[in-house]
């Protein structure tokens, strides 16, 4: 498995459950404590979360991380 296809994996991961929580990028990315671009960067796979910055994700979303990791 690529890293490309890891970090497009995590970010179809991080905006499914976004979504599905009805935030838009810029109200979670405020909950996170992140910027709303980095946000955007994750979720088109661009981006190599930190794993602090996984955290912040993760208990926003209301998940562990490996919750947030399951299938990838």
């Known amino acids: ?16 459950l976004r ?5 838009s990028q ?10 709303r671009t980095y946000i955007g960067g994750i ?5 190599n979360v930190a794993l602090r910055n996984m955290e912040a994700i993760a208990k926003s979303l209301g998940l562990s991380v490996s919750e947030l990791t399951t299938g990838l």
């Not at 810029?26 to 910027?35: E, K």
């Not at 979720?43 to 981006?47: I, Y």
């Open 1 to 16: 498995m690529s890293d490309d296809s890891i970090l497009k994996k995590f970010g179809e991961r991080v905006r499914q």
């Open 26 to 35: 810029q109200s979670f990315a405020a909950t996170c404590g992140l910027d």
């Open 43 to 47: 979720e088109r796979g661009e981006r």
């Open 19 to 23: 979504k599905a929580r009805g935030f």
